[in-house]
């Protein structure tokens, strides 16, 4: 038998195991997927079967002649194809289909074309904090520059459907770490100097339906840059933790409550002797602080504390954790705290922990991290646990697992990301996160991320399930 070229894809009978005609003649081919008759083919190619495609093409099965379908990926090739239903599915090094921008990964119609423009987010850098408003967007913050390719500094806010809002950008002069959001106002708390064109040191308040920075302004005409690490809202009540030393007109260490109409600091004075206050939670008539501290409202008190909300002193409730407590979520009598400890409430747990309300103990439930918790969000009677780990509960799960309340088992729920995940928000039946991270579950994705609760997601939010969640 004489030899016969074919440039890139091939077809062999499986009967006699000879090289049939069917000839595309596509050069360079990374990824073949079938549907019925049509062949589609992924690759880095500029040109399959005379005609002009780039890096896609769909073949006819039978012929081998290339069909009028023409996605026209951009930039490098189409690496990986699956087809579910109606759409194709292709993944690579490209950066959009047609005019739609994609980031490496498009979802394709079979019959038109036209690859579907499911928001993705991208953050050029770490995002430290998300809050979700009342009417489902999200605010975020941390150290970006750029959301999308375009100019947000330090703070954005993104629609419920995940597309950027570009008509809402403060901008900030240096990182936003915190936030809280109020009924009409965002709280935004970090290392700034500016926000929006506005002299603020650390802490401001921003409309949520403008952006625009308002006249409330706590730190004043501080003479250093004051850095506010962690917020929490209650009521007219504004709780601020971080690096300062004065706050609302007074003298604060490190740890203030401020009036939010006023701006004035409130007789609640904890004084904590660090400045790594982290996380700042409220229930009921106790604030929970954690941080780096060793004494707070007038107690002894390693790196968790209860404080009571009227007088700032530390109740009796004392766990006691031997490192840096980072993140705090309470659901009724139990507080859950996350960080770098490995003994807390009298037990050895490693980055996890649920302690009793009321003795400091810490409970039975041990999911058994390997690495450490950085931010908790409670959704849906489950514990959203973000941070550095590689493993939860004997499972795998990479810096992202939901855990049972009950069992303490993390649920089948998978989405693995790349590196920390340091903030958590949900929309909807959409988590929002954001981190260090440049990929989960293998596709591109900057800093930040949505992902379906119901399943996991592929692209955007239009997903394809892979793993569902358990009851």
């Given at each position: 038998?004489?030899?016969?070229?074919?440039?890139?894809?091939?077809?062999?009978?499986?009967?006699?195991?000879?090289?049939?005609?069917?000839?595309?003649?596509?050069?360079?081919?990374?990824?073949?997927?079938?549907?019925?008759?049509?062949?589609?083919?992924?690759?880095?190619?500029?040109?399959?079967?005379?005609?002009?495609?780039?890096?896609?093409?769909?073949?006819?099965?039978?012929?081998?002649?290339?069909?009028?379908?023409?996605?026209?990926?951009?930039?490098?090739?189409?690496?990986?194809?699956?087809?579910?239903?109606?759409?194709?599915?292709?993944?690579?090094?490209?950066?959009?289909?047609?005019?739609?921008?994609?980031?490496?990964?498009?979802?394709?119609?079979?019959?038109?074309?036209?690859?579907?423009?499911?928001?993705?987010?991208?953050?050029?850098?770490?995002?430290?904090?998300?809050?979700?408003?009342?009417?489902?967007?999200?605010?975020?913050?941390?150290?970006?520059?750029?959301?999308?390719?375009?100019?947000?500094?330090?703070?954005?806010?993104?629609?419920?459907?995940?597309?950027?809002?570009?008509?809402?950008?403060?901008?900030?002069?240096?990182?936003?770490?915190?936030?809280?959001?109020?009924?009409?106002?965002?709280?935004?708390?970090?290392?700034?100097?500016?926000?929006?064109?506005?002299?603020?040191?650390?802490?401001?308040?921003?409309?949520?339906?403008?952006?625009?920075?308002?006249?409330?302004?706590?730190?004043?005409?501080?003479?250093?840059?004051?850095?506010?690490?962690?917020?929490?809202?209650?009521?007219?009540?504004?709780?601020?933790?971080?690096?300062?030393?004065?706050?609302?007109?007074?003298?604060?260490?490190?740890?203030?409550?401020?009036?939010?109409?006023?701006?004035?600091?409130?007789?609640?004075?904890?004084?904590?002797?660090?400045?790594?206050?982290?996380?700042i939670v409220i229930s009921g008539s106790t604030i929970y602080i954690g941080g780096d501290f060793n004494t707070i409202g007038g107690q002894t008190?390693?790196?968790?504390?209860?404080?009571?909300?009227?007088?700032?002193?530390?109740?009796?409730?004392?766990?006691?954790?031997?490192?840096?407590?980072?993140?705090?979520?309470?659901?009724?009598?139990?507080?859950?705290?996350?960080?770098?400890?490995?003994?807390?409430?009298?037990?050895?747990?490693?980055?996890?922990?649920?302690?009793?309300?009321?003795?400091?103990?810490?409970?039975?439930?041990?999911?058994?991290?390997?690495?450490?918790?950085?931010?908790?969000?409670?959704?849906?009677?489950?514990?959203?646990?973000?941070?550095?780990?590689?493993?939860?509960?004997?499972?795998?799960?990479?810096?992202?697992?939901?855990?049972?309340?009950?069992?303490?088992?993390?649920?089948?729920?998978?989405?693995?990301?790349?590196?920390?995940?340091?903030?958590?928000?949900?929309?909807?039946?959409?988590?929002?996160?954001?981190?260090?991270?440049?990929?989960?579950?293998?596709?591109?994705?900057?800093?930040?991320?949505?992902?379906?609760?119901?399943?996991?997601?592929?692209?955007?939010?239009?997903?394809?399930?892979?793993?569902?969640?358990?009851?």
């Amino acid at each position: 038998m004489s030899a016969q070229t074919r440039y890139g894809a091939a077809a062999f009978d499986l009967t006699t195991n000879l090289l049939n005609a069917w000839n595309p003649n596509t050069p360079t081919v990374y990824a073949l997927a079938a549907n019925g008759n049509t062949i589609y083919i992924g690759g880095d190619f500029g040109d399959a079967g005379g005609q002009l495609r780039s890096r896609i093409a769909a073949v006819d099965a039978t012929t081998g002649a290339v069909t009028a379908w023409d996605p026209n990926a951009e930039y490098y090739g189409v690496e990986a194809l699956a087809v579910s239903g109606s759409i194709v599915l292709a993944g690579g090094l490209f950066t959009g289909v047609g005019e739609i921008l994609t980031g490496g990964f498009a979802r394709i119609d079979a019959s038109t074309a036209i690859a579907a423009s499911t928001p993705k987010v991208y953050a050029n850098a770490w995002v430290y904090s998300m809050q979700t408003q009342a009417d489902g967007n999200v605010v975020v913050g941390g150290n970006f520059t750029s959301v999308d390719g375009i100019a947000r500094r330090y703070i954005a806010r993104l629609h419920a459907d995940g597309t950027l809002d570009s008509g809402w950008h403060p901008d900030a002069d240096s990182a936003v770490y915190s936030l809280a959001v109020g009924s009409d106002t965002i709280y935004a708390g970090g290392n700034f100097n500016h926000l929006g064109d506005q002299l603020r040191h650390g802490i401001a308040a921003v409309d949520i339906a403008s952006g625009v920075v308002t006249a409330w302004d706590p730190a004043g005409s501080l003479s250093y840059s004051a850095s506010v690490t962690t917020l929490g809202l209650s009521g007219t009540t504004l709780y601020a933790g971080g690096f300062f030393s004065q706050m609302g007109g007074a003298s604060r260490h490190n740890l203030a409550a401020i009036n939010t109409a006023t701006a004035q600091a409130t007789p609640w004075n904890p004084q904590p002797n660090n400045f790594f206050v982290d996380a700042i939670v409220i229930s009921g008539s106790t604030i929970y602080i954690g941080g780096d501290f060793n004494t707070i409202g007038g107690q002894t008190r390693y790196r968790l504390a209860a404080l009571d909300a009227v007088t700032g002193l530390a109740t009796a409730w004392n766990p006691t954790a031997n490192q840096r407590v980072l993140s705090i979520a309470v659901s009724g009598d139990t507080v859950y705290a996350g960080g770098y400890f490995s003994t807390i409430g009298g037990s050895g747990r490693q980055g996890l922990a649920a302690l009793d309300a009321n003795t400091g103990f810490a409970t039975n439930w041990d999911p058994g991290l390997d690495g450490s918790a950085l931010t908790l969000l409670l959704a849906d009677s489950k514990l959203i646990v973000g941070g550095g780990f590689s493993h939860i509960g004997g499972e795998a799960r990479s810096d992202l697992a939901i855990v049972d309340l009950v069992s303490g088992t993390p649920t089948s729920w998978i989405a693995n990301f790349d590196n920390s995940v340091t903030a958590l928000a949900v929309s909807g039946n959409t988590l929002f996160t954001g981190g260090q991270f440049a990929k989960i579950n293998g596709l591109d994705r900057q800093n930040i991320a949505a992902l379906s609760l119901d399943s996991i997601f592929s692209d955007g939010f239009d997903t394809t399930p892979l793993a569902a969640p358990s009851e």
